[in-house]
């Protein structure tokens, strides 16, 4: 069953663009930081400062900008083109079943409930993992050419450190591409979940400035989904970032236990 849904993924064209547009926004905010932005530095010197901070010029800059899921210091904090796409792509592999009446085969073929959601979550996790290494290639490699990097004479983070936080980075895609599944799974109709999905990662950006700013729940502004992910794929990694991973797949789980419920006492 992991093989026929992988095989629904290869091929329609949905999740190919959803990957591709993913990938494509990463590359090109990271150009924005790293390469067009410096280019035209020179006409503001406001922007100079802004331009020296996005520098990958030393370690900690470097991981930095390597944050799989931050698309370069542009989006860092913010939904990014790379975030949306992973959940819209977890969405997709859901209601494209019920678009084609592919679940209604997959029923026939195991009328069992929990086989499904476990192929699909399954085979949601393995392209999560695919996308992620796109990521992953793109973010690491426009990093390494970066001007600002050359500059200083290549990289000068050490490897394991990179290998930590882009692996980090590919590990926070699954719970993501889980959510936007556990969605689909829910609302059934493509266009509805997609509004959802953008609008509810909107309101957790805003959420979290609202309780950031609010001395009596600062401290909760941390535990947001896109704040746990913005913990679990930084530079830092240590304790805090594997401890944010595990609360949010927990998040994932749980919003999976929901979709597997709802399917098994709705009709297909």
Not at 95 to 106: E, K, Q, V, W, Y
């Amino acid at each position: 069953m992991i093989r026929a849904e992988l095989l629904k993924m290869t091929t329609t064209k949905a999740p190919k663009i959803a990957a591709a547009v993913g990938i494509l926004g990463v590359a090109a905010t990271q150009l924005a930081s790293g390469w067009l932005l410096p280019a035209i530095s020179h006409m503001d010197p406001d922007l100079q400062d802004s331009v020296a901070e996005m520098a990958t010029s030393t370690a900690d800059q470097q991981l930095a900008a390597m944050n799989v899921l931050g698309g370069g210091s542009l989006s860092s904090g913010s939904v990014s083109v790379g975030l949306v796409a992973v959940l819209l792509l977890g969405a997709l592999i859901a209601t494209s079943d019920f678009r084609h009446g592919g679940l209604i085969n997959a029923a026939l073929a195991s009328p069992r409930r929990g086989r499904i959601m476990g192929a699909k979550t399954a085979a949601t996790a393995m392209a999560m993992v695919a996308v992620g290494l796109g990521y992953a290639l793109v973010q690491g490699l426009l990093v390494a050419v970066a001007p600002s990097t050359l500059g200083a004479g290549g990289l000068s983070a050490s490897w394991w450190d990179i290998a930590d936080v882009l692996g980090r980075g590919i590990l926070a895609l699954i719970p993501l591409g889980v959510f936007g599944l556990s969605a689909g799974l829910l609302i059934r109709s493509q266009s509805a979940t997609f509004l959802v999905l953008i609008g509810a990662a909107v309101a957790d950006v805003t959420l979290g400035a609202i309780l950031a700013v609010v001395p009596a729940t600062s401290s909760w502004a941390s535990y947001t989904p896109l704040a746990l992910v913005s913990t679990a794929t930084g530079p830092s990694g240590g304790l805090g970032a594997g401890l944010a991973l595990g609360i949010l797949t927990m998040m994932a789980l749980a919003a999976a236990s929901v979709a597997w419920m709802t399917l098994r006492r709705r009709d297909l």
